[in-house]
């Protein structure tokens, strides 16, 4: 047998489409340059950096007692905080499903949820230092407490569970609402206590689907930059041991070493999670609930849970406020009133702020469409078409989910700063506001084609095959069809890439410019210098702008939607 | 919308898949060589997994065949894609685009071919009319009926006047009495634009209400090709006796033959039958009896004994034991006749011209 006549046949079709044959050209051009390669050249440095092939900078490296201690402060931070995230997550995601919860705490729980979509993934640092600090407004006024040190473990550990437990909590909640209700009530009507059906039913169950989280969590946790950086003090990890190396110590092939042993932790706990576990939770977890749950009324669980529930999600919403109204304190920790613009003021009069505010929304703003449009490209083909680089295009732009954005940042600067394999090619891109747009597009290209994946597979395959087949060639049946059906997935990648690249640091900060001032740059520079007033108004005009973004979105969603009428069907 | 006519013809066609699981290549079709004439309603019929879909697809162009040619007409389409063959298929899951009206859906072909404005309207409404729709047209897909919304996708077929028309079991979704009314519809629309059409169903009721020719595929080839009568009267084999209708099998060999009758011995008993000319006396031969062309009597033909005896309405449905073969018949309009019984000993009787030896 012999497959040879088909496969000619399928190249042929594909090759009498030549906007498809292009798009796909340079989708394999885009990827291979801006994702393998800088991930190439960071292998080729630390292995033949110093002039000769060899293991010799890895020696060097893991010579160096900071370095070594940097891993395992990483691994434990991460562990850690997998595991409270996940928990805490889970707890949440229950009660959301489980026990009837009136308006207001199901306002908390969204709006918990919200938080860190729309706020840079730092802000947690600030409220956490300018709550429990030295100069804490908890633990100095209230407290009395005056050495209380919130740097280091503890500090990254808090504020990283509290960063990133909604994401857990979202993950998590659309699981647990798949479980069949029924599968609970037979064990229930076998004789079965609460506890019991939890423990030996709803658990068992969500076991693949828990440690998916954990496993995000984890790798969100290490690849984490701005927050160790903020609040970690003396307490270095992987990431900002290696921004020390390369800003500080101008050791580059270092770096490059280490950015690979980061990568190389992030890619294993990747493929762990894509190929094992995901693969797993899909497999106890199929369809949807035939029909409601029984929620829990009872008292005894339903009280304690929701009051427990509720003050943490109290307790976050509160450090996210701390924000702005630390914004409008005339000097954190000494002097609280009258309330003072002053700060705000400083950031347009003193600090720039109108260039940074304008120069991180421009390039988000140049970012965002072509992310959500790329993105929702891969998707089409990835779902839709067949060829033979599909495997290609799917496997790496997902594989950019699992690189650190400092590691991206490392890879950039070794690729880039010299042109492309150091000959200069190319290296007119190297610190201009291009190269920043290319790395928001990389930073977020993966949510957004996860999520156009997951919306494309809910289209009929044959609503695309029954355009084509009535004449219409791949980008009519792009543009008339498909992306018309997927509106709001784009719209929601839209925003997300528009949201994800302002509030971006972790890459951003290795390649930026003087030319370029970004808000999130300023921020931590702020926070670094222990400004933190003005660190906060940054971030509060920062959050009203992301805020805005996705409250226009839901809007525009609500009003224009199209997924309500298909859904119906 | 006069135009030429055009069949299709498929030359050694085969297509090979790869078993997901085993990563074994398989034969979905195989070899399969086909004339469909133009203006023709063909039916391809089978079991699922036989390769009527995948043989339907490659006519469409959404897979290509790995050996063989399909022709349109006289000219070989293999390299040609989707969007570029003359034809138009009506898929099963209907496949409206779900963002435009009735209007629009079915506009859109003559949109992608940049037929002017005034004639897309003037056509399209001269099909919506074809296919009872009129006054649907700013309907959204989602508020259609099923029916209608299956109209919907034939007028859309149809308005842009493909050579050939493809279905893809496009009945499947619909509840038993819509299917019956629909079929007939489709067929009356077929015969008025005169329209080749390849339709695919598993369903053999379709099939015989719909066609001029049946083809029976079975594990990627082609088991029989004929008209309904052809194929429900003389089965080529047994698979397809049992597919189209109900079939009983009566084994026994030939003792003698006089003229076009040969005689053959069931189950101890003889029995004369209208034979051909290739069998020869000594040889085993199976015989096709279908349930409706028997009849129970106290004698005179097989003995049997009754094992089931069920009153179904417009017929009694018996089963009857010939030795150790068991046999199915229906006992048509049982009112005034007699009943037998489970039990009951007694005889199975038939026309010798009504049976067909494979």
């Known amino acids: ?569 | 919308m006069e135009k030429i006519k055009k069949g299709v013809r498929l030359d050694h066609i085969s297509k090979i898949y790869q078993d997901p699981k085993t990563g074994k290549e398989f034969y979905a079709v195989k070899d399969t060589s086909l004339t469909i004439e133009p203006g023709s309603f063909v039916t391809l019929l089978g079991p699922s997994g036989c390769g009527k879909t995948t043989t339907l697809r490659m006519i469409a162009g959404f897979e290509s065949p790995d050996e063989g040619e399909i022709y349109l007409g006289d000219e070989p389409i293999n390299e040609l894609t989707p969007n570029k063959r003359d034809t138009a298929m009506v898929f099963q899951s209907y496949a409206l685009l779900p963002h435009y009206n009735v209007f629009d859906n079915v506009a859109y072909g003559l949109k992608l071919r940049k037929v002017p404005k005034e004639e897309i309207k003037e056509r399209v409404m001269k099909i919506l009319d074809l296919v009872e729709l009129t006054g649907m047209e700013g309907r959204m897909t989602n508020q259609l009926s099923g029916g209608q919304q299956q109209r919907v996708a034939l007028a859309r077929a149809l308005v842009i006047e493909p050579s050939v028309l493809l279905f893809d079991e496009p009945l499947s979704n619909l509840d038993a009495k819509l299917r019956v009314t629909m079929r007939t519809e489709i067929r009356r629309i077929q015969q008025e634009v005169g329209i080749t059409a390849i339709y695919v169903t598993h369903d053999q009721s379709e099939a015989m209400a719909l066609s001029d020719n049946i083809i029976i595929m079975n594990k990627g080839v082609v088991a029989q090709m004929g008209t309904p009568q052809e194929i429900y009267y003389h089965p080529v084999n047994e698979f397809v006796a049992d597919f189209i209708g109900e079939a009983n099998f009566l084994k026994g060999k030939m003792t003698g033959r006089s003229g076009d009758l040969v005689t053959l011995d069931i189950e101890g008993s003889p029995l004369e039958v209208e034979g051909n000319d290739r069998m020869e006396a000594g040889n085993e031969y199976t015989l096709v009896l279908r349930p409706e062309a028997a009849t129970l009597a106290d004698k005179g033909g097989l003995p049997c004994k009754v094992v089931l005896s069920c009153f179904m309405g417009s017929y009694q449905n018996y089963h009857v034991m010939v030795g150790n073969t068991l046999v199915k018949l229906e006992e048509h309009n049982p009112k005034n006749k007699h009943i037998y019984a489970v039990g009951d000993n007694c005889s199975l009787v038939f026309d010798p011209k009504s049976v067909h030896v494979l």
């Open chain 1, 1 to 569: 047998m012999a497959k040879t006549q088909g496969a000619a046949l399928d190249r042929k079709k594909l090759m009498a489409d030549p906007i498809m044959v292009t798009t796909i050209v340079l989708l394999i051009t885009f990827l291979t340059l801006f994702i393998l390669y800088p991930l190439a050249i960071l292998l080729v440095d630390s292995f033949v950096g110093d002039g000769s092939f060899g293991l010799s900078i890895f020696k060097r490296i893991f010579a160096m007692p900071s370095f070594t201690k940097a891993i395992t402060n990483t691994l434990k931070v991460g562990f850690l905080v997998g595991i409270l995230s996940s928990l805490i997550g889970l707890l949440f995601a229950y009660v959301e499903v489980y026990v009837r919860m009136n308006r207001f705490v199901g306002g908390l729980f969204k709006t918990v949820s919200m938080l860190p979509v729309v706020s840079p993934p730092f802000v947690l640092s600030l409220s956490m230092i300018m709550l429990f600090g030295k100069a804490g407004i908890i633990t100095r006024f209230l407290l009395h407490i005056y050495d209380n040190n919130v740097y280091g473990f503890w500090g990254i550990v808090i504020v990283q569970t509290l960063t990133f437990f909604p994401v857990c909590y979202m993950m998590l909640k659309g699981l647990l609402k798949n479980i069949d209700p029924s599968l609970e009530e037979a064990a229930r009507d076998m004789g079965a206590g609460r506890w019991k059906v939890f423990a030996d039913v709803t658990l068992p169950l969500m076991l693949p689907g828990l440690g998916n989280a954990f496993l995000v969590t984890f790798i969100e946790s290490i690849a984490d930059f701005a927050n160790p950086m903020i609040i970690g003090g003396s307490y270095d990890t992987l990431a900002t041991t290696i921004y020390l190396q390369i800003t500080g110590a101008y050791d580059k092939a270092g770096a490059a070493a280490m950015a690979v042993v980061l990568l190389c932790i992030t890619l294993l706990m990747f493929a762990v999670q894509k190929y094992y576990l995901e693969a797993k939770t899909a497999a106890t977890l199929t369809g949807k609930a035939s029909r409601a749950r029984m929620l829990i009324e009872d008292k005894s669980v339903k009280v304690p849970l929701t009051i427990f529930c509720s003050l943490a999600a109290l307790f976050v919403i509160m450090m996210y406020i701390c924000v702005p109204i630390g914004a409008c304190f005339p000097t954190w920790g000494y002097k609280f009133f009258p309330l003072t613009g002053k700060w705000f003021n400083q950031v347009f009069t003193k600090y720039h702020g109108f260039k940074a505010f304008k120069d991180s929304f421009v390039l988000s703003l140049i970012a965002a469409p072509i992310t959500a449009l790329l993105s929702m490209i891969i998707s089409y083909l990835v779902v839709k078409r067949k060829f033979k680089a599909k495997g290609f295009i799917e496997a790496v732009s997902m594989l950019a989910m699992a690189v650190p954005g400092t590691v991206l940042g490392v890879g950039y600067i070794r690729g880039f700063s010299g042109g492309l394999f150091h000959t200069g090619f190319l290296q007119g891109i190297y610190g201009t506001g291009l190269i920043l747009i290319i790395v928001f597009v990389v930073r977020s290209l993966p949510t957004g084609t996860r999520s156009g994946i997951s919306a494309l597979r809910q289209i009929d395959k044959s609503i695309e095959e029954s355009a084509y087949d009535m004449g219409a060639d791949s980008l009519k049946v792009f543009t008339t069809v498909t992306l018309p059906l997927i509106k709001d997935s784009f719209l929601s990648g839209l925003v997300t890439a528009f949201v994800r690249s302002i509030t971006a640091i972790s890459a951003i900060i290795l390649l930026v410019t003087p030319s370029y001032l970004l808000i999130t740059v300023q921020i931590n520079e702020f926070a670094e210098k222990g400004a933190y007033s003005l660190a906060c108004a940054f971030a509060t005009i920062l959050i009203i702008i992301t805020y805005s973004a996705v409250l226009l979105m839901n809007a525009f969603i609500k009003r224009f939607g199209t997924s309500r009428n298909i859904k119906e069907e």
